[in-house]
């Protein structure tokens, strides 16, 4: 009883992932409290990351990931084409014996399964 | 394996549309700028490097060769910062292309050779000929002399083209060995990623050093024809 008094005052981060549920009932469900909560909560990562006085290090970051995420995205293609060069690498042949081919990028893979004995990991 | 090695280095295009226009100009959109006396952080770290780098670069320099100091500073920003973005993972580097290097390079050394004739004209022609050259070789000598003074803008942009690219592909190589490895043999896996993690150190220092050494054989050529 006495956590569930103090537990009213604790911030979110202080809240211990069992304690989450009872946390979130006991916090003022009006629309008015709801809508501060958000605007608390935008507010921390506003001053932390957009705002040039007050942020830290974390809004540069930020834009360099996203400028990592958006180079990805462009050279997702031909990592793909790399990833499926590999099954190619691994096609068996009839007697046995595992040969070595690579083809190109553009051939499906769907014939390569129908001419029989290809093992792809 | 081999096309997928040079794949990272192809401009990328989206849709048709060059990629590439904006992510040269990138780094110019990362540094700020600011009409106030005192700036946060990241614009006083930002002025106190300019300032550094104008106070190394152009000290040497005559007055007349001082106008350049806006170009020369510019310079070394744009190429080290363009370095440095490009050692993020997946991401191009321009300075990789050697078509960009060239184009850096071809201006900047006219622009000093032109200015050399236009107000030092027997001085710049004098240093085809060393001093104390034996007669008979002065032919020889000043073709040779001529043939290295245009060879410096291409060594200029193979220079730097070729530091980043071997760069990128090493770390391209001992990280794809090490993927491999991890499952041929752990310990040397953990081996080739120390090496790794050594190589991306120095590949940061290279990247700023690449950025130094343009800028200051640009400001060297400048230096001798002001």
Known sequence: ?121 | MNENLFASFITPTMMGLPVVIIIIMLPSMMLTSSNRLLSNRFHTFQQWVVKMITKQMMSIHSPKGQTWCLMLVSLIIFIGSTNLLGLLPHTFTPTTQLSMNLGMAIPLWAGTVFLGFRHKMKSTLAHFLPQGTPIPLIPMLIIIETISLFIQPMALAVRLTANITAGHLLMHLIGGATLVLTSISPPTAMITFIILVLLTILEFAVALIQAYVFTLLVSLYLHDNT
């Open chain 1, 1 to 121: 009883m006495a956590s569930l008094v103090s537990l009213k005052g604790k911030k979110l981060m202080e809240v211990k992932l069992g304690e989450l549920p009872s946390w979130i009932l006991m916090q003022n469900s009006t629309p008015r409290g709801t809508v501060g909560a958000f605007q608390r909560g935008y507010d921390r990562y506003y001053n932390k990351c957009i705002n040039v006085w007050k942020g830290s290090i974390l809004g540069i970051n930020m834009v360099l990931a996203a400028y990592v995420v958006f180079s990805y995205c462009l050279s997702y293609q031909e990592l793909n084409h790399e990833q499926q060069g590999k099954f190619y690498w691994r096609r068996v042949s009839v007697d046995g014996t595992a040969h070595l081919c690579t083809t190109a990028c553009h051939t499906p893979i769907r014939e390569e399964v129908n001419r029989g004995r290809v093992f792809k990991s």
